[in-house]
């Protein structure tokens, strides 16, 4: 039976209609209303504060300290009662102010290629967890800090093609076990030059300095101004005269020996994009570069020699956040730098099926008998960055052979680093000195064996190296080297592949810490 035609329907029929239009309108329009009520109230509603994880917090409190502690030249609101002004001498004999900067260690010495690190991974840390940092009041303090390594950097860069890169004799450092207060012996300069070239350290201090000038773009521009110029500089003079600081200044080669700078020469470049947004670093790193150094499809461990993981997770960035501009085969050289960062990552995770060996029965990475958790430490921090990436950027899952994993994943996998440091681990003690109850006692550290009032000098002062007392003084803050492979700890003063922190260290773990306080998203952009 067919349907009566329109116009052949009653007056009552349209009224209907119209009755029930006016209906679905109004209903319509009370939802919109509702909904963009809703959405209104959502955009203007303060957010709710996160959750602040104590322990990690606590952890981040005591490991910033440390930079305190290593503090060289005329101390500013010193808050370590034991240190007091040191090097006030340092530079003098160019004519230059290097009494700023770190002690690299538990020695004396200032080593500028992993110094230039430490600024690095600080301003790193920043840019990524400044805010949580800021919540437990923290930032301010990490922002000093890498401001006290850069201000010495900037010194010791006095010339377009001249980097001061050390300060002291490591040999005659090391024939004395004395505080810094008080030592007297001589501290020579050691510089790299278009005649003695050292691309490696170059690199790595235009890495420090183009990241810190992002850290304080909006706090002091013109020092972040000033850092960008010497950043480009340096990097200049790191390309156009290449050469190993370990072939051209061989004295370094027993303390900080350097594998190689094709990895510090993209690290650098690549913090250049981001501090500049010139395409000519961006094209450095690709097309220019990327296949003489970049050793894409191998993992590799990041530490103070080794950028290439770093990298690899910085430039992949740019692949979750980058700019559409970026195309043909810069986009496919990035894609190369994140596909390797990926098999960085699904190498750490215990439960991939390409995991690595290199971990100790604790859950510990594991990699060299000497200064272990710099590996365990760097690696968990390049895969807490991943993984917030990969929140942010909504990707849910990480490809790894076969298996696919989230971004949780990645950051359990943190979090069980972090944890075996902090004291869940077979000793069932923390390695971060100062935390909990049971912590190292004989720190490898010159001025913390020894008491503030103690009336030594440079050869009379080794007693203290070897007292069988513990410390008198806290090295509040110092990651130390950490455990042997079965997981166990010598505490000895003695035992400096174990026992002896660097600053280097704590920026890692810093970096980590400021990750895991609380959980939000990364800013999407440096600038």
Same mark, same amino acid.
């Given at each position: 039976?067919?349907?009566?035609?329109?116009?052949?329907?009653?007056?009552?029929?349209?009224?209907?209609?119209?009755?029930?239009?006016?209906?679905?309108?109004?209903?319509?329009?009370?939802?919109?209303?509702?909904?963009?009520?809703?959405?209104?109230?959502?955009?203007?509603?303060?957010?709710?504060?996160?959750?602040?994880?104590?322990?990690?917090?606590?952890?981040?409190?005591?490991?910033?300290?440390?930079?305190?502690?290593?503090?060289?030249?005329?101390?500013?609101?010193?808050?370590?009662?034991?240190?007091?002004?040191?090097?006030?001498?340092?530079?003098?004999?160019?004519?230059?102010?290097?009494?700023?900067?770190?002690?690299?260690?538990?020695?004396?010495?200032?080593?500028?290629?992993?110094?230039?690190?430490?600024?690095?991974?600080?301003?790193?840390?920043?840019?990524?967890?400044?805010?949580?940092?800021?919540?437990?009041?923290?930032?301010?303090?990490?922002?000093?800090?890498?401001?006290?390594?850069?201000?010495?950097?900037?010194?010791?860069?006095?010339?377009?093609?001249?980097?001061?890169?050390?300060?002291?004799?490591?040999?005659?450092?090391?024939?004395?076990?004395?505080?810094?207060?008080?030592?007297?012996?001589?501290?020579?300069?050691?510089?790299?030059?278009?005649?003695?070239?050292?691309?490696?350290?170059?690199?790595?201090?235009?890495?420090?300095?183009?990241?810190?000038?992002?850290?304080?773009?909006?706090?002091?521009?013109?020092?972040?101004?000033?850092?960008?110029?010497?950043?480009?500089?340096?990097?200049?003079?790191?390309?156009?005269?290449?050469?190993?600081?370990?072939?051209?200044?061989?004295?370094?080669?027993?303390?900080?020996?350097?594998?190689?700078?094709?990895?510090?020469?993209?690290?650098?470049?690549?913090?250049?994009?981001?501090?500049?947004?010139?395409?000519?670093?961006?094209?450095?790193?690709?097309?220019?570069?990327?296949?003489?150094?970049?050793?894409?499809?191998?993992?590799?461990?990041?530490?103070?020699?080794?950028?290439?993981?770093?990298?690899?997770?910085?430039?992949?960035?740019?692949?979750?956040?980058?700019?559409?501009?970026?195309?043909?085969?810069?986009?496919?050289?990035?894609?190369?730098?994140?596909?390797?960062?990926?098999?960085?990552?699904?190498?750490?995770?215990?439960?991939?099926?390409?995991?690595?060996?290199?971990?100790?029965?604790?859950?510990?990475?594991?990699?060299?008998?000497?200064?272990? $958790?710099?590996?365990?430490?760097?690696?968990?921090?390049? +895969? *807490?960055?991943?993984? =917030? #990436?990969? &929140?942010? /950027?909504?990707?849910?899952?990480?490809?790894?052979?076969?298996? $696919?994993?989230?971004?949780?994943?990645?950051?359990?996998? +943190? *979090?069980?680093?972090? =944890? #075996?440091? &902090?004291? /869940?681990?077979?000793?069932?003690?923390?390695?971060?000195?100062?935390?909990?109850?049971?912590?190292?006692?004989?720190?490898?550290?010159?001025?913390?064996?020894?008491?503030?009032?103690?009336?030594?000098?440079?050869?009379?002062?080794?007693?203290?190296?070897?007292?069988?007392?513990?410390?008198?003084?806290?090295?509040?803050?110092?990651?130390?080297?950490?455990?042997?492979?079965?997981?166990?700890?010598?505490?000895?003063?003695?035992?400096?592949?174990?026992?002896?922190?660097?600053?280097?260290?704590?920026?890692?773990?810093?970096?980590?810490?400021?990750?895991?306080?609380?959980?939000?998203?990364?800013?999407?952009?440096?600038?």
């Amino acid at each position: 039976m067919e349907s009566e035609p329109p116009e052949s329907k009653g007056w009552w029929w349209w009224f209907l209609v119209l009755v029930l239009a006016a209906l679905v309108l109004c209903a319509s329009s009370i939802s919109l209303w509702k909904n963009f009520h809703q959405l209104e109230i959502f955009r203007r509603a303060p957010k709710h504060p996160q959750v602040i994880v104590d322990k990690y917090a606590n952890a981040l409190s005591l490991s910033v300290q440390f930079f305190n502690v290593q503090k060289s030249g005329k101390l500013v609101n010193n808050k370590i009662y034991w240190r007091g002004d040191s090097a006030m001498g340092d530079g003098k004999e160019e004519n230059l102010d290097l009494t700023k900067g770190m002690y690299d260690a538990g020695d004396l010495m200032k080593f500028g290629f992993p110094m230039a690190f430490t600024a690095t991974i600080l301003s790193w840390a920043i840019l990524e967890y400044g805010d949580h940092m800021k919540q437990v009041k923290e930032l301010d303090h990490i922002q000093d800090s890498l401001k006290w390594i850069t201000d010495y950097l900037i010194n010791a860069h006095p010339s377009d093609n001249v980097l001061y890169i050390q300060v002291g004799d490591p040999e005659l450092d090391h024939k004395c076990w004395e505080r810094p207060e008080v030592m007297t012996e001589r501290r020579p300069l050691t510089q790299v030059n278009i005649s003695y070239p050292g691309t490696e350290v170059a690199a790595e201090t235009a890495a420090a300095m183009a990241s810190a000038s992002l850290v304080f773009r909006k706090k002091n521009s013109a020092y972040s101004k000033l850092l960008l110029k010497h950043a480009k500089q340096l990097f200049n003079f790191a390309d156009t005269y290449r050469g190993s600081y370990s072939i051209s200044t061989p004295q370094v080669q027993k303390y900080y020996n350097s594998t190689g700078y094709g990895d510090e020469l993209l690290w650098a470049a690549a913090w250049l994009y981001h501090a500049t947004g010139d395409h000519t670093y961006l094209r450095y790193v690709t097309v220019k570069n990327g296949n003489s150094f970049a050793n894409w499809g191998i993992p590799t461990w990041f530490c103070w020699d080794n950028k290439l993981a770093g990298t690899q997770v910085l430039l992949s960035r740019l692949s979750f956040f980058g700019s559409k501009d970026i195309l043909g085969a810069e986009n496919i050289a990035l894609q190369l730098y994140r596909k390797t960062a990926e098999a960085v990552l699904c190498g750490l995770l215990p439960s991939s099926t390409t995991p690595t060996s290199q971990r100790t029965d604790g859950g510990l990475i594991w990699v060299s008998e000497w200064n272990v $958790l710099q590996y365990s430490v760097a690696s968990a921090f390049l +895969a *807490l960055v991943y993984s =917030d #990436y990969m &929140l942010t /950027s909504q990707t849910k899952t990480l490809y790894c052979n076969g298996e $696919l994993y989230q971004p949780m994943d990645l950051r359990k996998f +943190a *979090l069980s680093q972090a =944890d #075996y440091i &902090l004291g /869940s681990n077979p000793m069932k003690m923390s390695y971060l000195v100062g935390y909990g109850s049971n912590y190292p006692q004989y720190v490898h550290h010159r001025g913390a064996s020894i008491p503030k009032d103690a009336n030594t000098s440079c050869s009379d002062g080794f007693k203290w190296l070897n007292s069988t007392d513990p410390n008198p003084n806290v090295a509040i803050g110092a990651l130390v080297g950490g455990p042997f492979l079965n997981d166990t700890y010598s505490d000895s003063r003695n035992n400096s592949q174990q026992g002896e922190p660097t600053t280097y260290n704590s920026a890692l773990i810093a970096g980590l810490l400021s990750g895991l306080i609380t959980s939000s998203s990364v800013v999407q952009s440096f600038t």
